[in-house]
């Protein structure tokens, strides 16, 4: 089998990989598309242990499974938790003290030409959504989380710092809320595209305090954070929406004083995030910025590198 490998740091294509074979209540899936993310790359420079095959944001064709299912273009949660520990009878399974992660943690990913995963993780695609809109499934479910961990509403001030992928998807999400929304970024034709969609948007940070009820920081830089500590108001939130590469400076006194909420925030709702693409007021295309086949994947990673370059898709 044909698939990206990633071992040491080191990316390749290999050609001699064992097909998955799935086991009980698992079903094979065939890739159509596979998103690249930053996570995708934190685990190339090592910041998590993780040797495999990489792939978390994936739409793909049932293979093998269920009869019903078979043929179906399906999407799949990433956690695979245990089912028997205390967090997950509990109904906490996305921290699942044992859980695997497709592509993240213990488990292969979509970066191959086959892949394995629970039957029960699977999500039909809807009809009209295509492959190019369904492989946004999970960090748009992930964008959505915020959503289901506080009420956001029109007479909020929500700021998003970050212009990527991830602050796209989620500034796109709240939208519909009415709430009083800016997105902070540093790529233009980026920030451009919000604009047309009705979305405020900041080149530079604002020269003074800002207020703002929330800041949705989605950087996972050391910079980002004290932005994001400066611009919320007192016994407001900050909505950590992106692992940090290392130790970040915060005085934590201020946020005492200020009783300020520090909220992380995760894998999101599948279900919701299909419906959204379904609806059809997002607009993605522009956040593909290039499809490689799979047999250029390494290329594809090092171009998802370039500053200011969105979706790599393969």
Not at 5 to 17: E, F
């Amino acid at each position: 089998m044909i698939g990206l490998w990633l071992a040491d740091g080191r990316l390749t294509l290999r050609r001699d990989l064992p097909e998955p074979a799935p086991g009980p209540g698992e079903s094979l899936i065939r890739p159509l598309l596979r998103g690249i993310c930053s996570t995708d790359h934190q685990l190339v420079d090592g910041l998590y242990s993780f040797t495999g095959v990489p792939g978390h944001e994936f739409v793909g064709v049932v293979e093998s499974g269920p009869p019903d299912l078979v043929g179906q273009c399906v999407v799949a949660e990433i956690n695979l938790p245990c089912g028997q520990c205390p967090r997950c009878r509990g109904g906490l399974t996305k921290h699942c003290a044992n859980r695997q992660a497709v592509g993240i943690h213990g488990r292969n990913g979509a970066f191959a030409e086959w892949l394995a995963v629970p039957t029960a993780n699977l999500h039909l695609v809807p009809a009209g959504v295509t492959p190019e809109q369904a492989v946004f499934t999970e960090p748009l479910a992930a964008a959505l989380e915020i959503q289901e961990q506080m009420a956001i509403g029109p007479a909020d001030r929500v700021l998003v710092i970050g212009d990527g992928k991830l602050g796209q998807l989620i500034a796109q999400s709240l939208r519909p809320t009415g709430c009083r929304l800016v997105v902070l970024g540093r790529h233009p034709s980026k920030l451009d595209h919000l604009a047309q969609l009705g979305i405020a948007t900041l080149s530079a940070p604002p020269s003074a305090p800002a207020d703002f009820d929330v800041v949705v920081e989605c950087t996972g830089t050391g910079a980002g954070f004290t932005l994001a500590r400066t611009a919320v108001r007192p016994r407001g939130t900050i909505v950590l929406k992106s692992t940090y590469r290392g130790s970040v400076a915060v005085d934590l006194s201020a946020i005492v004083v200020d009783e300020v909420r520090l909220l992380g925030s995760r894998c999101g709702p599948f279900d919701r995030a299909l419906a959204l693409l379904a609806a059809g007021t997002l607009d993605l295309g522009y956040l593909i910025d290039s499809i490689y086949p799979l047999q250029d994947a390494v290329s594809a990673f090092a171009r998802s590198r370039e500053r200011g370059v969105g979706t790599g898709s393969v």
